[in-house]
């Protein structure tokens, strides 16, 4: 008799204990595809891709600038002096050291920019994602890219997506 009580003790330990698991929910969520393709994190793309393109353009243009000077300076060398021809192409290298440094720091700028845009964006999620799982009881929210398999039932990705949508956030200044 004292066996079969501790066995449906034993019973009812084991099935409250899956039913408290079952209660807790964990979703996942796809970060990158949220901030890609969400209105705000596109037009912080296409903000900073056109100013990546404005510096390939700059690079260009002074690459071609100082490539005419040279040939010009290698065509002029029978004429010039010895010193004025060092003097002339030593202007020519500071003239692509300066750049150099002023190329330097826009790439830093741009660069800053990207991430203050993301730090901003993922500020922004947090808020979203907390307000969210209080909404519908979620215990965690796991970044997609960390899990190996997972159901598609779990992935809230499209309903984050609408929701940072109808915030709109405003990510580059």
Known sequence: MRFLIHIIALLFIINFNNQSFAEEKIVFLNVNYVFNNSISGKEANKSIGNKIKKLENDINQFSKTIN???????KQ?????????????????????????????RKEEISTLQNQARSTFI?????????????????MIIKQEDILIGSKKLDITKDILKIVDSNKIQLIK
Do not use: G, P, R
């Open 123 to 139: 500020i922004e999620l947090k808020n979203i994602l907390s307000e969210f799982s209080s909404k519908n009881s979620i215990q």
């Open 68 to 74: 005419t000077e040279k040939e010009k300076l290698i």
């Open 77 to 105: 060398k029978n004429i010039l002096s010895e010193d004025d021809f060092k003097k002339k192409l030593t202007n020519i290298d500071n003239k692509v050291k300066e750049f150099n440094d002023k190329i330097k720091i």
